[in-house]
């Protein structure tokens, strides 16, 4: 176990450090940068966006604004953001709250529907049901998240009134009733590819599992199918399921950019697009490390959580 | 001193005149001119105003650089020396009077000035507002750190000397008539705050301002919206609604659906889109309306390009555009007509600029008069020069790009060739623009520097980034008389005289056409019935630069 951790981990610093390698230039080699936002604003002169230029630090050779970059990281610091100068670690705090709560709730909903679906589906391998889902996900996967979430206002916000257009909250009324009510559209428009994807998934893993050998001597004792499915069936079909939650649950924590810009979520992917957007350099490495760490350690979680609930693993 | 309005509103442009003319007693003047509003004195700050922007503003030191969406808050939190109103005319705000050299506050050469500031204010946390805020304010902005915004006139300033809490003087380097439409936009900051902070670049008080503004920094949820709620210790009119909110809203079709449900109470930049006019007009309980912008959507000629060299391929040009139909057609009829760089809502506007006509016989003409001849593929040269060009602008602006197709086929019918070769923002409006390497370009840009009728950045040949100006006359426009008046025009503080000055720089320039006026940019803005005392002021970059003044109906 010990060896195991100690060569993951040294394998994900390798990683940790190509990725900020790789991030860091491609950032520098997009044209335009932190100053470009200025360009049509008459009042700063060439002078002002050399003063600015040199004062943030822009001016020194790639290698070494980036080594300055790593050496700080490795102390702990992250830099301030371009933006309004508070610092990175901040500025993530600030935005992950918002997204752990859409991202969190879609993600629940997704697993305990997608993990019916899957289920019924297989069990009911042909039936109606089956190709109903089949289909509902395929659509589900194929027609763009912003055009449901448009739909989604249009219907229930603008001509039924029934939910709010968007946002987490009315502006001074900070209730969790209210909380929840903003929540109920986005989270769900979320959780629908998401569902598509987990039902398929959970699907072939109980056509697998269904198909062994102990499914058909648990049978010939003459167990009953509820019995088999919920103690045999289920609990071997969510066992490579644990992996691609492993590999999903970065992604509830980064955010989802589009969902969060239709409905004004002031969450992770938004951060992002917005950073991306004014070259916020500080920022977006923070958020292209916060994600990378993050893919790193829930692969690393995901691995152990398989072998301490499968005994036939052992990581060695 | 009472609690005077801070802005006027119902004068004529006479009236303006007299005022700048009278100088140093418009502050007195103005409130019997104005009248003052009965309630003002009783009525307790209620309610809320949601303000939507497409953009965050996240700059909260108003002296460190930032962007248009911004100001929203700092024209709230802040006070600036002097506050521009919605006819151009500079009305006092911290300083109890406009300086001028008739009341003795510029000297005759225009290089010793003298501030007299109000005695009545207060910081929000109680501190006393003096000379010496002023003072550290204008020293910070040049300190050789701090990461200021525009230090244009700033970097003139010497010798601050505070004579008293309430007076302080200066020198400046050379007489520069604009910098005092620049104090409009310089605010202040508190020395008791900020003074002890070892890099103010990274001050807490930049997270939490404290000003001397109508509202006082409640709180800000970052990437959602920023509170802010009266300050009823203001000592200007104002203000009415106890809570201000500028919520950011990313996406310009979602703000608009916002503003529809009633999540929004008024829309700031960057406003309705023009598809959505139409029917914004119908929505009942919404009052919306059509109003100038400063800036000018025009097509950037590079002058250093051989085929733009010649005048008549200019006026050619001029003339094969159908602005009308643009404006109609492709903008859903939200354009000005103009033929000026200045807004029209400038005291220095000049009405009696020649007016272009659409006429494709008389583009020919003009063009066979020069001697351009059509060659075997219909485009037309001389001397070797064949007159086809690119025409950029920002990809996926699509209004811009129907207007490039549009033109291409007028233009193609006079026999010249337009080719179309967009790029995303960040390139198109980076080294490209800058520094002039486009042969033609669409943009929308401002000319003036804090609605002061000075355009030397623009215009002056000194101002040429592609030959190491530190402008951004990216046209490459180049005339010894405009540069002559140009630099006058800085050196004459008194707005009659630089009225002719301006005047005559228009008619200059719509003469020489550096550029090609499509429409002087037009905004939508929208607001919820009820929601009075709004003003738009074309003079400053935001909607909400008095939302002092707002209330609502009750």
């Known amino acids: ?316 | 001193m009472a609690k005077d309005p801070v802005t006027a509103s119902t004068y004529s442009r006479r009236d303006a005149l007299r005022l700048m003319a009278a100088g140093g007693i418009a502050c007195f003047a103005a409130p019997n001119l104005l009248g003052k509003p009965a309630f003002a004195e009783t009525a307790k700050p209620t309610g809320r105003v949601v303000v939507g922007l497409s953009q965050e503003p996240t700059v909260f030191n108003p002296l460190m650089a930032h962007i248009e969406v911004d100001d929203a808050v700092h024209f709230s939190v802040f006070d600036a020396l002097f506050r521009m109103d919605p006819k151009g005319v500079l009305q006092p705000n911290l300083a109890a009077e406009v300086p001028t050299q008739k009341n003795g506050g510029i000297s005759e050469d225009g290089l010793n000035w003298r501030i007299r500031l109000r005695d009545d204010v207060r910081w929000h946390d109680g501190e006393p507002f003096t000379a010496e805020d002023v003072k550290f304010t204008l020293e910070l902005i040049t300190s050789p750190n701090f990461r200021a915004w525009r230090t244009g006139g700033h970097s003139l300033v010497r010798d601050i000397t505070v004579v008293s809490p309430t007076e302080l003087t200066w020198r400046m380097e050379e007489a520069f008539a604009p910098y005092l439409s620049f104090l409009a936009e310089t605010f202040m900051v508190p020395k008791h705050i900020l003074a002890k902070e070892a890099d103010p670049n990274t001050a807490a008080f930049n997270q939490a301002p404290v000003g001397t503004g109508a509202f006082k920094w409640a709180q800000r949820v970052a990437g959602d919206h920023i509170e802010l709620v009266a300050n009823s210790e203001y000592f200007g009119d104002g203000p009415y609604v106890e809570r201000l909110v500028f919520k950011y809203i990313p996406d310009m079709t979602v703000l608009y659906t916002q503003f529809k449900s009633g999540d929004i109470d008024l829309v700031d930049q960057a406003y309705i889109t023009a598809d959505h006019y139409e029917e914004a007009k119908t929505l009942p309980g919404r009052v919306v309306t059509l109003e100038p912008g400063a800036s000018l959507e025009s097509i950037f000629l590079n002058l250093e390009k051989p085929q733009f060299k010649d005048p008549a391929v200019r006026q050619a040009l001029y003339a094969a555009m159908d602005r009308k139909a643009i404006i109609d057609a492709i903008y859903f009829g939200v354009g000005t007509l103009t033929e000026s760089f200045m807004p029209k809502e400038s005291y220095y506007f000049n009405p009696n600029l020649p007016a272009q006509q659409f006429n494709l016989d008389r583009a020919r003409q003009i063009l066979d008069e020069a001697g351009w001849v059509p060659g075997e593929d219909g485009i037309r040269a001389k001397d070797g020069v064949r007159l086809s060009f690119n025409n950029s602008t920002t990809s996926g602006n699509n209004l811009r790009e129907q207007v490039q197709q549009f033109l291409q086929q007028t233009f193609a019918e006079i026999g010249v060739e337009m080719k179309i070769s967009n790029m995303p923002a960040a390139v198109m409006w980076g080294e490209f623009w800058l520094k002039s390497q486009f042969d033609s370009a669409i943009a929308g840009v401002t000319y003036l520097i804090a609605a002061d009728p000075d355009a030397t950045n623009r215009l002056h040949s000194s101002a040429i980034g592609a030959k190491g100006g530190k402008g951004s006359n990216t046209a490459q426009y180049s005339n010894p008389e405009v540069d002559a008046l140009l630099e006058k025009g800085a050196r004459t503080f008194g707005p009659e005289e630089r009225r002719e000055i301006y005047n005559r720089v228009q008619e200059i320039v719509r003469q020489d056409l550096p550029f090609l006026p499509l429409f002087a940019s037009t905004n939508v803005l929208g607001r919820k019935e009820g929601l009075e005392g709004f003003e738009p002021n074309a003079n400053t970059r935001t909607a909400s630069w008095h939302a002092a003044g707002w209330r609502w109906q009750s």
């Open chain 1, 1 to 316: 176990m010990r060896g195991f951790l100690l060569n993951r981990l040294s394998q994900s610093l390798v990683l940790l450090l190509i990725v900020s390698v790789i991030g860091f230039v491609v950032l520098n080699l997009i044209p335009g940068g932190p100053l470009a936002q200025f360009g049509l604003d008459p009042s700063m002169t060439q002078d002002d966006l050399n003063r600015l230029k040199e004062q943030l630090g822009l001016n020194r050779p790639l290698w070494m604004q980036y080594l300055d970059w790593a050496w700080r990281l490795v102390q702990g610091d992250w830099g301030h953001s371009f933006r309004d100068g508070a610092p990175v670690l901040d500025v993530i705090g600030r935005h992950l709250v918002a997204t752990l709560l859409l991202m969190g709730s879609s993600t629940v909903i997704a697993i305990a529907i997608g993990t019916w679906i899957g289920i019924r589906g297989a069990t009911h391998r042909y039936s109606v049901f089956d190709y109903l889902a089949t289909v509902g996900a395929m659509v589900a996967l194929s027609i763009p998240t912003f055009w449901f979430g448009l739909l989604g206002i249009y219907v229930f916000s603008l001509r039924l009134g029934w939910l709010p257009a968007g946002n987490m909250y009315t502006i001074g009324d900070g209730s969790a009733l209210n909380y929840l009510h903003h929540l109920i559209m986005p989270s769900i428009v979320l959780a629908l590819v998401h569902v598509a994807i987990w039902s398929r998934y959970m699907r072939t893993a109980t056509l697998d599992v269904i198909s062994q050998e102990f499914v058909k001597t648990a049978r010939a004792k003459g167990l009953s199918e509820r019995r088999i499915l919920m103690k045999h069936v289920v609990g071997n079909a969510l066992l490579p399921m644990i992996t691609l939650a492993g590999m999903q649950l970065p992604s509830v924590l980064t955010g989802a950019l589009v969902t969060e810009t239709v409905f004004t979520w002031p969450g992770m992917g938004r951060l992002f697009l917005d950073s991306l957007g004014y070259s916020d350099y500080p920022v977006v490495m923070g958020l292209l490390m916060f994600s990378a760490i993050l893919v790193v350690l829930c692969n690393l979680i995901a691995d152990i959580v398989v072998a301490i609930i499968d005994p036939r693993i052992r990581l060695s």
